[in-house]
């Protein structure tokens, strides 16, 4: 694994996304969104992508151009389509929409059909966190679940993502999918050889496994919960599609390279809205603190360190993936 | 057990809530609430809990004649008190409100702080779908779940709904607590000598167990998703907490006849308002249906036969259970 600085990364991707036909301004967006999912370390969701969104912008699914465009709007509600752009400038457009919604209103909540794939899910919810909002967004996905009782991959593994601000910056944050582990995490896994540290999925039997290798080759990952994580997964299709007027996984191509057109929600809360803002999240977070050797975190508790240390070390870059970053951005 | 007509054990409840102070039209509400959560087969919060909610009533930490009141409010957004009223009475006129705002801006969310256990949370995703409106809310609990990497209950299993309304009523809706099992649900399998169907919870050595006694012994279930949902249910008591101003589930106490005070927070979009209602639900639920031999259902899905099958064979009501409810209504 390479450390790449943080310039030198940002720099690198904007020379990439400029000869993958972005405007100057919308590829160092785009750029910066890219190097601060590897920054926080979620690293198969940053430069990671990056090839593969290159493909999906050298196929057409991705429009690198396309600005989304508002269709209707009343009070705090609006609905917006994506055009096919960019999924990440998209999710950043319109959590932005849901924000200023939220200023105005007390609450915003912003629908977008016709996007992609917006990356980094927590991005958004921290973007509303850093704007003093309680950010909440979920999407739908390409099939790449079985509905609990089925063998068939008709749902999406649909990541949810809820931020709460904090006042020293260390924000609460939850960005998970519906599997219990996402792909990525699978193809991990199983690289490395290991077993699952809890059963994730089924194999082509449809028997219950910890092997990594089984759960990729039957496709059929296990729901959080089980009965109650397809449910949930289901229920969030049904929200996005219905609200963004987009469409719903089963209508989405189940070829990661093909994915495109999906559909998502982004909410916003102002809790300052209600006068002066409550700090019962710490309270909570010391009340986790009362077993002596236990090790209880607060979600989102990790990220300020490691932000840190990969600023002054370096960006942890797959030495494959930078080479490739690298040639589209005519460096190599 | 028996199967007592509808209209009789509504009759039933309203004399005993009369005879723990309730005024007429409110006895009246909060009758119909319980009865029809056990018309809709939600057997553990319905009449069955009926008795408990008597002795908190009788014990005061729950107010029959306290009524929520209104502490600030900005746009889309209110905060609510519930001075510890009847918490289904509250729950009721909380997504009522937030139903009237969604009306009027789109979206609704309304908070409230120091209100009683709800009883069904799934009633108010409900009344959300039945006025047309996509309905989400949650609620904290006592502290009844260990996190994720300790062994001491200081989060509640903080149930979560979503509603979406269908045109012929029969709508989506998740209802589920972010642990495996409920407790009333670990009760049912313990007094059925059964063992669980997939690992619930830790037994007292902290071993994962699928043994319903070990996991009442040890107050250890698990949360859906292990470290997901614990981190999962951390989020909605922050969210609840901060919004409504109210107390976080380490606040409340952890004796099921001292439960008093908790935070909710429900939301209705209008799906309405931003266009001819889209039908895409249906279309998710035939997608399902494309295996041919898998019990696939979409969440809600059995609801209409149980409340029909109900009404005409009569609500079943544990024979304990309706003695001590006739006895608080004077008729035994």
Redesign the interface.
């Known amino acids: 694994m390479l450390r790449i600085p943080y310039d030198e990364l940002v720099r690198t991707l904007v020379l990439a996304l400029r000869n993958l036909g972005f405007t100057p301004a919308r590829a160092q967006e785009c750029a910066n969104l890219f190097a601060e999912t590897t920054r926080d370390g979620v690293y198969t969701h940053g430069v990671a992508r990056f090839p593969r969104f290159a493909k999906l912008i050298e196929n057409g699914a991705v429009r690198p151009e396309a600005s989304p465009t508002m ?7 609006e ?1 917006w389509d994506g055009n096919y752009g960019p999924g990440n400038l998209n999710a950043w457009h319109t959590m932005g929409r849901a924000i200023a919604l939220a200023h ?6 912003v ?1 977008i059909g016709y996007t992609n794939h917006w990356m980094r899910a927590g991005t958004y919810g921290l973007q509303a966190a850093e704007s003093g909002m ?1 950010g909440i967004c979920f999407t739908n996905t390409m099939p790449n679940m079985a ?6 991959s ?1 749902l999406g593994n649909n990541p949810l993502v ?1 931020a ?1 601000p904090r006042a020293n910056g260390a924000h ?1 944050l ?1 960005d ?1 999918a519906m599997s ?1 582990f996402s792909y990525g995490a699978l193809d991990g896994y199983a690289a490395r050889g290991e077993q699952l540290p ?1 059963p994730g999925g089924f194999d082509k039997d449809g028997n219950l496994t910890s092997d990594p290798k089984a759960i990729l080759e039957s496709h059929h990952p296990l729901p ?3 009965w ?2 397809s ?2 997964a ?2 969030l ?3 996005a ?3 963004s ?1 987009g469409q ?3 209508q989405v191509s189940p070829d990661p390279l093909r994915e495109a057109g999906v559909s998502q929600v982004f909410l916003a ?3 300052a ?3 002066p ?2 700090t ?2 710490d ?2 977070i010391a ?2 603190h ?2 002596p050797n ?6 989102g508790e990790r990220l300020p360190a490691t932000r840190a240390e990969n600023m002054e070390k370096g960006i942890p870059v797959d030495e494959d993936i930078w080479e490739e970053t690298r040639k589209l951005a005519g460096l190599a």
């Open positions: 269709v209707s709007g009343f009070g705090a509600l609905r105005q209103h007390g609450i915003g909540c629908t309680i509905p609990w009782g089925g063998n068939k008709v809820i709460v609460f939850i998970f219990q809890v959080i919960g089980y109650k994580g449910a949930f289901m229920m299709d049904v929200v599609a219905t609200l007027f719903a996984t089963h809360i102002n809790p809205a209600l006068g803002v409550s019962i999240g309270e909570i009340s986790l009362t077993e236990a090790k209880v975190r607060y979600p």
